[in-house]
């Protein structure tokens, strides 16, 4: 089955950027959206297709996808973006939804 | 403003059955999909199920497939995740999460509050 891998923490000094990466076969090729969910909170949307904000979701939110690897930034890093950041896809191979391993972000 | 609101969850034995709500507002286009997704504590999101708003397709993630069923009622705007044969493994924080349309690339953009399942003798 695909699976999409991402390193399980990162920490960031507040203000610094943090980098998130998703890694999975050939995900260039497939639209990535990526979830921000807090602890005993529901996921939130905060990037689509790749590199698209959802309305109310700040510009130091941006994604990038290309051939192995999508990422993540969050720039500016504030108390606030502390939590947990999930990437996911559609495996058109065997029609299912994919979730990343997940990663949580540590603010300093 | 899209709403999803989830009922239903609770303990149940190794084995017995459970049935999930989520209550729908605000969109009532019946292009839109529902998905299912849960996260056994302390560990990930794990995709369950989508169904078409219109019922006419539904998936399932091979872990649950042949044991849950999801289903909808239009006019209540309402869909349901039909849990039977439930495991421990079933554990989790259940949500339902909406696309907004019919394409399978779309986003997850709408999620639940979610509601947990505890399968435990």
């Known amino acids: 089955s695909y699976a999409l891998t991402q390193p399980p923490s990162v920490s960031v000094a507040p203000g610094q950027t943090a980098r998130i990466t998703c890694g999975g076969n050939n995900i260039g090729g497939t639209s990535l959206h990526w979830y921000q969910q807090k602890p005993g909170q529901a996921p939130v949307l905060v990037v689509y297709d790749d590199s698209d904000r959802p309305s109310g979701i700040p510009e130091r939110f941006a994604g990038s996808n290309s051939w192995n690897t999508a990422t993540l930034t969050i720039s500016r890093v504030e108390a606030g973006d502390e939590a947990d950041y999930y990437c996911q896809v559609w495996d058109s191979s065997t029609d299912h939804f994919v979730f990343g391993t997940g990663t949580t972000v540590t603010v300093l | 403003q899209v709403q999803l609101v989830q009922s239903g969850g609770g303990v149940v034995q190794p084995g017995g059955s459970l049935r999930l709500s989520c209550a729908a507002s605000?969109?009532?286009?019946?292009?839109?999909?529902v998905h299912w997704v849960r996260q056994a504590p302390g560990k990930g999101l794990e995709w369950v199920a989508l169904?078409?708003?219109?019922?006419?397709?539904?998936i399932y993630a091979d872990s649950v497939k042949g044991r849950f069923t999801v289903s909808r009622d239009i006019p209540r705007n309402t869909l349901f995740l039909q849990m039977n044969s439930l495991r421990p493994e079933d554990t989790a924080v259940y949500y339902c999460?909406?696309?907004?349309?019919?394409?399978?690339?779309?986003?997850?953009?709408?999620w639940g509050q979610g509601t947990l399942v505890t399968v435990s003798s």
């Open positions: 169904i078409r708003f219109a019922g006419d397709e539904d």
């Open positions: 605000a969109f009532t286009s019946i292009t839109y999909g």
């Open positions: 999460a909406k696309v907004p349309g019919s394409h399978r690339s779309n986003p997850f953009d709408h």
